[in-house]
């Protein structure tokens, strides 16, 4: 006769039948199952295997170093590392942007669910290049965007970007502002696009993008918008796109 086990029960009763978890960690990682080395872990590879939504957070909270258990947050870190550039978590500084942020990610996720497939059909399906030397960091918005049928090449830099676009046809291109060439590259960028003659429309994300002087110097260059803010980005793109 076989015997599920309770960690068998609960994925059977439960993580079968969820459709999005959240999960925050900050210093514990939990207790080891068979093969996974926590049954939290256990849980989050399952619900991601089955092509469900995970909403992970690390907390980044202070605490005394005496009060750290330094074998579990080595299994954070080391978890935290597997996932890099998958858009699957955010860090977060306390419980009170925990929730701020858990809400709009929630937003974020539930219109497109139930906007993308019909954005799909409205638009077809279009491509936007996305240049940034960190697309780990875009990773959710990109994520998301997916979900609305559009598809994206990545560049790293100014020159990659203009290579691409000599292959390709883009409906819409956004770019961050520093790299590793120049701390206004993004400015660079836009002006040698405009300068072969393409008219592409062009978005800025970055660190500061949202402040006033930066819009209107973006515009001013000829982007169509400039941001620094996950929810605002993704909602000029779709309206980029469906203009």
Same mark, same amino acid.
């Given at each position: ?27 514990? /990682? ?24 995970? /909403? ?104 990659? +970007? ?42 800025? /994300?970055? +660190? ?14 000829? +982007? ?6 996950? +929810? ?12």
């Amino acid at each position: 006769m076989y015997c599920l086990d309770s960690r068998e029960v609960l994925n059977r009763q439960i993580v079968d039948k969820c459709d999005i978890a959240i999960a925050v960690f900050w210093t514990r /990682f939990g207790t080891e199952t068979e093969d996974f080395g926590s049954g939290t872990e256990e849980e989050i590879e399952k619900m991601l295997k089955d092509g469900k939504q995970v /909403f992970l957070y690390f907390l980044e909270k202070p605490i005394s170093p005496a009060k750290i258990n330094h074998e579990q947050y080595a299994k954070i870190q080391s978890f935290k590392e597997r996932h890099k550039g998958e858009g699957l978590f955010f860090m977060v500084a306390d419980e009170s942007i925990l929730a701020d942020q858990f809400r709009e990610h929630l937003e974020l996720y539930m219109r497109s669910e139930i906007q993308g497939t019909e954005f799909n059909k409205t638009s077809g399906t279009k491509m936007v290049l996305w240049v940034d030397d960190c697309p780990e960091n875009n990773s959710y918005a990109r994520n998301i965007l997916q979900k609305y049928g559009l598809k994206f090449d990545i560049a790293l830099s100014t020159e990659r +970007a203009m290579k691409l676009m000599a292959n390709n046809k883009y409906s819409l291109v956004i770019s961050d502002m520093g790299r590793k060439e120049g701390s206004r590259e993004g400015y660079v960028l836009l002006s040698e696009i405009r300068n072969s003659g393409n008219n592409v429309p062009f978005l800025i /994300f970055s +660190a500061g993008g949202s402040s006033p002087e930066h819009r209107k110097e973006a515009l001013e260059k000829g +982007a169509q918008g400039s941001t620094n803010k996950t +929810a605002e980005i993704i909602e000029m793109t779709l309206k980029q796109l469906l203009s």
